[in-house]
């Protein structure tokens, strides 16, 4: 999917998780207005060579987005302009969330030399150490995560998988632990508005939480 598939699709999928049985196509494109997305509302639709100000393009690519969502049999209309997704259209494959960012770190060869340096890049260049002047080495110091603007020490076991026994199908199955988790790099509208997704989770669960202390 592209990106802003993915984060129409996220959208929709966020709204059953918080329990509701749909969302309007009007929510969905006021819900990308938080993300970077919104900045093709102010963007209008030429026709017959004019801006049609009624008709701007974050409207079009949702709608486009939707329709190609719906082909591909990823959500569904519960009735005119209300979507939700559909039951089992996610394929997971296993594999460390996407959405961290390896974090490199270069040194100095010369155990003597305590000379280092933080890289968030897949393929730093080796280099001369600035202190001795001695060559390099380059080894894996740290994932981070920019959803949460922390770092993650296991991924594997912190936010990858959650591997159990399905009585129903007799196979071994996974699924992601956290609903921040990435089976392919997402784009930043995606990663915006999981950060808001969470926040909203987050405000369920106190919500559900609050009101089971209230009937104890």
Not at 92 to 121: R, T, V
Not at 145 to 164: D, R, T, V, W
Not at 191 to 201: A, D, Q, R, Y
Request: glycine share 4%; with cysteine; charged share 30%.
């Amino acid at each position: 999917m592209q990106g802003i598939q993915k984060t129409i699709y996220d959208i929709i999928k966020t709204s059953r998780e918080l329990g509701l049985p749909y969302i309007t196509t009007h929510d969905i494109i006021e819900e990308s207005k938080k993300t970077s997305l919104g900045v093709k509302a102010t963007e209008f639709v030429i026709m017959n060579g004019k801006p049609d100000l009624e008709y701007n393009k974050l409207t079009a690519a949702t709608w486009q987005a939707l329709q190609n969502l719906k082909h591909k049999e990823l959500i569904r209309n519960t009735s005119h302009g209300k979507w939700t997704v559909k039951a089992h259209s996610e394929k997971y494959k296993p594999s460390i969330c996407k959405a961290l960012i390896l974090e490199n770190k270069i040194s100095c060869s010369d155990d003597q030399c305590s000379w280092y340096e933080l890289a968030k890049e897949n393929n730093p260049r080796k280099h001369k150490c600035p202190v001795c002047g001695k060559s390099t080495r380059i080894e894996f110091n740290r994932w981070h995560c920019p959803i949460k603007n922390c770092y993650i020490a296991a991924p594997e076991s912190q936010c990858e998988l959650l591997h159990g026994f399905d009585s129903e199908k007799r196979v071994m199955s996974a699924t992601p632990m956290k609903p921040c988790y990435f089976a392919k790099t997402p784009s930043k509208p995606e990663i915006e508005h999981t950060i808001i997704k969470l926040k909203l989770l987050a405000e369920k669960a106190e919500r559900e939480q609050a009101e089971s202390m209230e009937h104890t």
